[in-house]
């Protein structure tokens, strides 16, 4: 089994209604990211690419090393979380990409972050 395969990424996705102006087409929100080692070795992940939909199929592709400034190195059994965000001209898109990490031997692989919605939450009165 692939160290990839013991790397589980999860998202939580939210609007940010206090920063977005939709009357100017800005639509901000936030994405919390955990990232799981279920294997027996550190692995330590080393940069990223978004492929970022917006509700027009406009993409946007982002690469980039790390995460939030970091680098994390992730012990076996343990996790590491952060949250950052995204700026679309619709009120709802995608976002899905990968993690570009290495194990202990220094070989590079890919962990894939699903696909998950950026949609503004429509309030029912």
């Known amino acids: 089994m692939s160290e990839a395969a013991r790397v589980c990424v999860q998202v939580q996705s ?4 206090s920063q977005s102006s939709p009357e100017e087409d800005r639509y901000v929100f936030a994405y919390t990211i955990t990232i799981r ?15 970022i939909t917006n509700g027009n199929g406009r993409e946007t592709e ?19 979380q952060y949250t950052s965000g995204a700026i679309l001209e619709t009120p709802m ?4 990409g990968h993690y570009v ?10 962990v894939d972050i699903p696909v998950f919605r950026l949609a503004v939450q429509t309030h029912i009165h």
Do not use: C, K
């Open 101 to 110: 990490m290495i194990d202990e031997n220094g070989d590079s692989f890919h």
């Open 37 to 51: 080692n279920l294997g027996r070795h550190a692995v330590q992940l080393l940069g990223r690419y978004w492929l």
């Open 93 to 96: 898109g995608t976002m899905q």
């Open 62 to 80: 982002v690469q980039g090393e790390g995460v939030v400034g970091e680098q994390p190195l992730i012990a076996p059994g343990s996790e590491f």
């Open 14 to 17: 939210l609007y940010i209604e």
